[in-house]
């Protein structure tokens, strides 16, 4: 049994085992990947035998500390677990977990207290032909990179919005993929706008806007895909300017032949494991004080699912969480002093991390260019025509009624990716979906949770 299980090796999850390992605690990291790193740092697997991984990364010498620190540290790290559950009972928690890439075996951890870092995923809102091979999210096309060494195709348009876009175009383009065009939907003026809370990050911006210019990406920013073409697979988009008021400019849409598109348009939170503990949550995030501890005892939360905000954040959110985990179960009152210049970081970052959601909203009038046989829920296959139909003719109100019309959510992610599209089209907030699980679980695995011996801090 472990004192502290940390759900999620990224930066935050690993910030903290360190910092919580460094005061004696006994730390158990469970990760669904097979290496640690999280999406940030990805890794290659071993078996690829990559000769200079760094050359696909930013901030390389942290993520060496990071690794150097948890050679060392006592930690130890449960790769290939994909946690469906959080349970909490009177002795503490037990992390649930399938393990292997079959994700049929199942294991528990054990532990006094839990830390989720379980970081953020794409929003990636529908247009015509999104559905067509060669279209990829902004992120599948860097995990691909980053962690199988392979590009995702020979010409790319990377599209969409948020600062995602821009490591994404300069990766593929430093591995040899030709750019059509990076195609941003905000423009110069949102981020003067925010010039004063962005100013921490204009070198960053600018060594990207260089790697552009030297690999000749050609922007275009208040544009937006409108439709992607193609019978068995992408050939090509067609592209448009947004005005002020994020409608297509009529006469402006341009056709960019490429075998890849690369969108997404922006980040949400992962808070599924949260819900089903019953953590409160700040709207789409997981609410947490000053030390990062959650509401409900013995849970802590770090990283993109207390708000989208970066590695840098995450790292900072992570080393005060260990710091007051470790203090809490000696039964301490944690002295603030002993992270105040991560604190500080973490004031300043969380004022980038505003600006730049400020900065890069969705097109607002996105949904205009859905056609009605466009899909929208993958999984079950349902169009925007039946969504709209649930609400003009059906007289669906919200996100969950539409879902029991029209089926759009039901499916294997449980409306992770429609989600925010089905209330984008219904007209309504996107809110939290309240999952029973974080992940699917086959029945059989559910039906010996019960009979299985809860192997104690291992697996």
Same mark, same amino acid.
């Given at each position: 049994?472990?004192?502290?299980?940390?759900?999620?090796?990224?930066?935050?999850?690993?910030?903290?085992?360190?910092?919580?390992?460094a005061?004696?605690?006994?730390?158990?990291?469970?990760?669904?990947?097979t290496?640690?790193?999280?999406?940030?740092?990805?890794?290659?697997?071993?078996?690829?035998?990559?000769?200079?991984?760094?050359?696909?990364?930013?901030?390389?010498?942290?993520?060496?500390r990071?690794?150097?620190?948890?050679?060392?540290?006592?930690?130890?790290l449960?790769?290939?677990?994909?946690?469906?559950?959080?349970?909490?009972?009177s002795?503490?928690?037990?992390?649930?977990?399938?393990?292997?890439?079959e994700?049929r075996?199942?294991?528990?951890?054990?532990a006094?207290?839990?830390?989720? +870092?379980?970081g953020?995923y794409? %929003? $990636?809102? @529908?247009?015509? !032909?999104?559905? *067509? &091979?060669?279209?990829?999210? #902004?992120? /599948?096309?860097?995990?691909?990179?980053?962690?199988?060494?392979?590009?995702?195709?020979?010409?790319a348009?990377?599209?969409?919005?948020?600062?995602?876009?821009?490591?994404?175009?300069?990766?593929?383009?430093?591995?040899?993929?030709?750019?059509?065009?990076?195609v941003e939907?905000?423009?110069?003026?949102?981020?003067?706008?925010?010039?004063?809370?962005?100013a921490?990050?204009?070198?960053?911006?600018?060594?990207?806007?260089?790697?552009?210019?030297?690999?000749?990406?050609?922007?275009?920013?208040?544009?937006?895909?409108?439709?992607?073409?193609?019978?068995?697979?992408?050939?090509?988009?067609?592209?448009? +300017?947004?005005?002020?008021?994020? %409608? $297509?400019? @009529?006469?402006? !849409?341009?056709? *960019? &032949?490429?075998?890849?598109? #690369?969108? /997404?348009?922006?980040?949400?939170?992962?808070?599924?494991?949260?819900?089903?503990?019953?953590?409160?949550?700040?709207?789409?995030?997981?609410?947490?004080?000053d030390?990062?501890?959650?509401?409900?005892?013995?849970?802590?939360?770090?990283?993109?699912?207390?708000?989208?905000g970066?590695?840098?954040?995450?790292?900072?959110?992570g080393h005060?969480?260990?710091?007051?985990?470790?203090?809490?179960?000696?039964?301490?009152e944690?002295?603030?002093?002993?992270?105040?210049?991560?604190?500080?970081?973490?004031?300043?970052?969380?004022?980038?991390?505003?600006?730049?959601?400020?900065?890069?909203?969705?097109?607002?009038?996105?949904?205009?260019?859905?056609?009605d046989?466009?899909?929208?829920?993958?999984?079950?296959?349902?169009?925007?025509?039946a969504?709209r139909?649930?609400?003009?003719?059906?007289?669906?109100?919200?996100?969950?009624?539409?879902?029991?019309?029209?089926?759009?959510?039901?499916?294997?992610?449980?409306?992770?990716?429609?989600?925010?599209?089905?209330?984008?089209?219904?007209?309504?907030?996107?809110?939290?979906?309240?999952p029973?699980?974080?992940?699917?679980?086959?029945?059989?695995?559910?039906?010996?949770?019960?009979?299985?011996?809860?192997?104690?801090?291992?697996?």
């Amino acid at each position: 049994m472990a004192d502290l299980a940390v759900i999620g090796a990224g930066p935050a999850g690993l910030a903290a085992a360190l910092a919580a390992a460094a005061q004696g605690v006994t730390v158990a990291v469970v990760d669904s990947a097979t290496e640690a790193g999280g999406q940030f740092y990805r890794q290659p697997a071993s078996g690829l035998r990559a000769r200079r991984p760094q050359a696909l990364h930013h901030q390389w010498r942290t993520w060496e500390r990071l690794k150097d620190g948890l050679t060392g540290s006592g930690v130890r790290l449960l790769t290939d677990h994909h946690v469906w559950s959080v349970e909490r009972d009177s002795d503490g928690f037990t992390v649930h977990a399938l393990l292997g890439p079959e994700q049929r075996e199942p294991v528990a951890v054990r532990a006094d207290a839990v830390l989720l +870092a379980t970081g953020g995923y794409e %929003r $990636v809102l @529908p247009f015509p !032909g999104w559905t *067509l &091979p060669g279209v990829v999210t #902004a992120g /599948g096309a860097q995990a691909m990179l980053k962690g199988g060494l392979v590009a995702p195709g020979r010409r790319a348009v990377v599209a969409g919005t948020g600062p995602l876009l821009l490591p994404v175009a300069t990766g593929l383009a430093a591995a040899g993929v030709e750019i059509a065009a990076l195609v941003e939907a905000a423009g110069p003026k949102d981020l003067v706008r925010h010039g004063r809370a962005l100013a921490g990050k204009l070198p960053e911006g600018a060594g990207y806007a260089a790697r552009l210019l030297r690999h000749r990406v050609r922007l275009l920013s208040r544009h937006t895909v409108v439709r992607a073409h193609g019978d068995e697979r992408l050939t090509g988009v067609t592209v448009a +300017a947004l005005d002020t008021d994020g %409608r $297509v400019r @009529p006469g402006t !849409g341009r056709y *960019l &032949p490429c075998d890849t598109l #690369a969108v /997404g348009h922006g980040m949400l939170p992962h808070t599924d494991l949260a819900e089903t503990l019953g953590c409160r949550l700040d709207g789409l995030t997981v609410a947490v004080d000053d030390e990062q501890r959650t509401d409900v005892p013995g849970v802590w939360a770090a990283g993109e699912s207390t708000g989208i905000g970066g590695a840098a954040l995450a790292l900072a959110e992570g080393h005060i969480a260990g710091r007051s985990i470790a203090a809490r179960l000696k039964g301490a009152e944690p002295d603030p002093t002993q992270w105040a210049p991560a604190a500080k970081s973490r004031t300043k970052l969380r004022k980038s991390a505003a600006a730049l959601d400020a900065a890069y909203p969705p097109p607002a009038h996105w949904s205009d260019q859905v056609t009605d046989d466009t899909l929208v829920c993958r999984c079950e296959e349902v169009t925007a025509g039946a969504v709209r139909e649930a609400v003009d003719e059906l007289g669906a109100g919200d996100v969950r009624t539409v879902k029991l019309l029209t089926r759009a959510g039901m499916g294997w992610c449980q409306g992770r990716v429609c989600g925010p599209a089905v209330a984008g089209l219904a007209g309504c907030e996107l809110t939290p979906s309240r999952p029973s699980f974080a992940r699917p679980v086959p029945l059989g695995v559910l039906a010996r949770q019960h009979g299985m011996a809860t192997e104690k801090g291992t697996s």
